[in-house]
C-alpha cells in the first residue's frame, strides 16, 4: 500500500519554494526551473529537506550539478557554469533581498533564523508547507 501523503522530493521542492515566495529562475529564462527552486530553497532557509545544514558554497555546487544533470551536455553545460558563475561571484541570486538580511548569500541571518537549530529549520520548512496548501 502506498502512502498518498508522503511528498516526493520534486512536490516538497515546488511546494516549498511556493511557501518562500521563489519565483524560480529569476532574471534568466525559465530553463531547469526545478534547480532554480532547489538553490531558492537551501540559500533562504540554509537547510536541506531533513535539516543537515548547507552552505553557500554547497548550495551553488548543487545548483550546478542539478543544471548539469538535466542538461544533454551534461558537466560541459554552458548554461550550468554560467548561472554558477552568477550566483557564485556576481552576487546573483533569485528570491534574495540583501537589505532585508534574506539568504545565505549576505553573511548575515537567514531569513531571520540565524540561531536556528537543523531540527528547527526541518520543523519549520514542514509547518511553511502545510500553511501554503
Known amino acids: 500500500m502506498v502512502n498518498e501523503n ?3 522530493y520534486r512536490e516538497w521542492v515546488e511546494d516549498t519554494a511556493a511557501s518562500l ?3 524560480g529562475c529569476t532574471g534568466v529564462g525559465a530553463m531547469y526551473r526545478f534547480c532554480c527552486l532547489e538553490h531558492d530553497i537551501f540559500w533562504r532557509t540554509g537547510v536541506m529537506r531533513d535539516g ?3 552552505t553557500e558554497a554547497e548550495a ?15 558537466w560541459w553545460s554552458p548554461l550550468a557554469w554560467i548561472r554558477w558563475l552568477g550566483v ?10 540583501r537589505d532585508q ?9 537567514r531569513r531571520g533564523y540565524s540561531n536556528e537549530r537543523p ?15
Open 6 to 8: 508522503v511528498m516526493t
Open 21 to 23: 515566495g521563489s519565483d
Open 52 to 54: 543537515t545544514p548547507i
Open 60 to 74: 551553488n555546487a548543487r545548483f550546478r550539478s542539478c543544471i548539469q544533470r538535466h542538461s544533454p551536455f551534461g
Open 88 to 97: 557564485r561571484f556576481g552576487g546573483l541570486h533569485p528570491s534574495v533581498n
Open 101 to 109: 538580511g534574506s539568504g545565505i548569500g549576505d553573511r548575515g541571518s
Open 119 to 133: 531540527e528547527e529549520a526541518r520543523r519549520r520548512i514542514i509547518a511553511e508547507v502545510e500553511r501554503a496548501r
